[in-house]
């Protein structure tokens, strides 16, 4: 008599959970970095191996650990993100997430190899995530504000505009250009350690729209005062230099600071900064 099947032996073994996307996160707000290291350790194909206060660190982290993706501040003591980035591209793809948004950075930042750009406030939890996983994927992000810059520093560069007439055989080099693009071959995996430039086509992968990163951001009700000094005590500054900054009394920060903690049912710095950047 033939022996009985086993349903158990028939069954194909289970394929073993997919490898996790490995991130290093360099900014050097300990409060950033771990809401960061949290919100992104909380997804299952995520784990953050390392943290760094500066470039160096993130430098020497991205050696030891050889992650997928690297996060990095822009401004930071030590050595800042801009002057680590071409060495640390040549091992992960970098990711500026910053609150620094003026366009000469965001230019310095992508001419130097960077793969996206998002700065604090544009994006929300959700979409950081989907960033990393597509920054892993060649798929280059950026925010709002750093699009903005990048269309500016391209315009800036552009000839002037006149109204020079068109050239006769127009229509035929362009139909040169077009066949010959069209029947070239490009080997992509070839880019994925190496800088990537900067080019008016990478603006079709800019994001159209994001919302706020934190739901505090549309109902804390903070007046545009208060959001200016939020985003400067989550950026690290102390009382004096908010103060400075905006021209007033540190007496006036701690007033306002009184005011923001209220409105953001908050107790401390890093309680509000947690919140205030949809890391709480």
């Known amino acids: 008599m033939p022996e009985a099947s086993h349903p158990a032996a028939d069954v194909p073994p289970p394929h073993p959970a997919a490898t996790p996307l490995r991130v290093v996160v360099a900014d050097d707000n300990p409060v950033v970095r771990a809401g960061l290291t949290a919100l992104l350790s909380g997804r299952e194909d995520i784990t953050v191996v390392a943290?760094?206060?500066?470039?160096?660190?993130?430098y020497e982290a991205s050696r030891a650990h050889q992650p997928d993706v690297v996060l990095l501040d822009v401004r930071m003591p030590g050595v800042d993100g801009i002057s680590a980035l071409p060495h640390l591209v040549r091992l992960a793809p970098v990711v500026m997430l910053t609150y620094s948004r003026e366009p000469d950075v965001v230019e310095a930042a992508l001419r130097r190899g960077a793969s996206g750009y998002l700065v604090h406030g544009e994006f929300t939890a959700d979409e950081?995530?989907?960033?990393?996983r597509d920054i892993r994927s060649g798929r280059p992000h950026f925010t709002p504000t750093a699009a903005k810059a990048l269309l500016t520093q391209l315009r800036r560069s552009a000839p002037p505009p006149g109204r020079p007439p068109l050239p006769d055989d127009l229509g035929a080099k362009n139909a040169t250009a077009n066949s010959a693009f069209r029947t070239s071959t490009v080997d992509f995996s070839a880019r994925r350690n190496s800088p990537r430039p900067t080019s008016p086509e990478n603006l079709s992968q800019v994001q159209p729209a994001v919302a706020q990163s934190s739901s505090y951001r549309s109902?804390?009700?903070?007046?545009?005062?208060?959001?200016?000094?939020m985003d400067l005590i989550a950026s690290g500054m102390t009382n004096q230099q908010i103060a400075a900054t905006c021209f007033i009394s540190e007496k006036t920060v701690k007033?306002?600071?009184?005011?923001?903690?209220?409105?953001l049912h908050s107790t401390s710095r890093s309680e509000a900064t947690a919140k205030w950047l949809g890391l709480g």
């Open 51 to 58: 943290q760094a206060r500066d470039g160096r660190e993130a």
């Open 255 to 263: 007033n306002h600071i009184n005011r923001i903690f209220a409105k």
């Open 219 to 229: 109902q804390s009700q903070l007046s545009p005062r208060e959001a200016e000094i």
């Open 128 to 132: 950081l995530v989907a960033a990393v």
